[in-house]
């Protein structure tokens, strides 16, 4: 199958990834080629780690890097491919629009996927000539390292895309779990929530981000603590989910001040090398500044 990725950043090559290690032959497009060469550099370099720790061998890794393409040419990247699965920034216009430049130039067969993690797939769908051929598919960060799958069902999601999109995450060596296009779908709403907390514990001096996630990793056998994890997705993007999960489902969702401050301070998470923890070479180094495990009030 050629399954044609849009976005290079870190969903993007990570599906990218997995789905070459599955078997697929895959093109990775980004608008710019430094962006291409940045996610393409991200799966040699994850596939590297896994080389280095005995979980991929050699063979595996020369394989899958020979089953990728870059390329900055969306026409290039989605002819003949049967799933096109999106993972632009979280901006309902722009999806609608990656979507709609795609349905041009592809065939009627051909699978939509979103990778969203809290925006309407069926909005999505609406803009759309076939709007039967879109699935939500959201995957998790790491890909390459997490097991689940999101299948959102959108109004307008026909069976066949269905019995497909669970078929291709099958075949990926992931669990998918199907669930109905709603404001954040299953996991976002439980993960945003749980994360969000745990930020305003940090705020409130209860803990500091390394015992909030040692508790729920040791506690709960979460894989990942909610505040690395949220510098891993970027604070920005967490952020932007906060916001319209409140916006859909109510003050629940209203983001502590200080995430809030850290996006600001242009401190996003591990992209930038500084959110709750600091960040060297894509590892963990350390905790950002300590004022942030005892402040509890807006600056």
Not at 181 to 200: K, N, P, W
Not at 211 to 236: K, N, S, T
Request: hydrophobic share 40%; glycine share 12%.
């Amino acid at each position: 199958m050629h399954v044609a990725v849009l976005g290079a950043g870190s969903m993007g090559h990570g599906i990218a990834q997995v789905s070459a290690m599955a078997g697929h032959t895959v093109s990775l497009r980004d608008v710019e080629r430094e962006f291409v060469d940045r996610g393409l550099d991200g799966i040699e370099g994850n596939l590297a780690g896994g080389v280095e720790r005995g979980k991929v061998s050699e063979r595996e890794m020369e394989a899958t890097l020979s089953r990728i393409e870059g390329t900055t040419d969306l026409e290039t990247a989605v002819s003949g491919a049967d799933l096109v699965v999106e993972a632009v920034p979280e901006e309902m216009a722009l999806k609608k629009e990656v979507f709609a430049d795609c349905e041009s130039l592809v065939t009627p067969e051909t699978v939509l996927a979103s990778n969203t993690s809290s925006l309407s797939v069926s909005e999505m769908a609406s803009a759309l000539e076939v709007p039967g051929r879109v699935v939500g598919l959201h995957f998790f960060n790491p890909p390459h390292i997490m097991e689940l799958v999101e299948v959102v069902i959108a109004e307008q999601t026909v069976g066949r895309t269905e019995a497909f999109a669970v078929e291709y995450v099958d075949d990926l060596g992931k669990e998918a779990v199907v669930v109905r296009d709603s404001a954040g779908f299953a996991s976002s709403r439980l993960g945003v929530v749980t994360g969000l907390e745990a930020i305003r514990m940090v705020e409130e001096g209860v803990a500091g981000p390394e015992d909030v996630d040692r508790a729920l990793r040791l506690g709960y056998g979460h894989p990942m603590g909610p505040i690395e994890l949220g510098d891993h997705v970027g604070l920005d993007v967490r952020l932007d989910i906060a916001e319209h999960l409140r916006e859909e489902l109510g003050e629940r969702f209203r983001p502590p001040q200080l995430l809030r401050r850290k996006v600001r301070a242009g401190k996003l998470g591990k992209k930038t090398g500084e959110g709750f923890y600091r960040w060297e070479g894509g590892e963990r180094v350390g905790v950002s500044g300590e004022e942030d495990a005892s402040d509890g009030g807006e600056r």
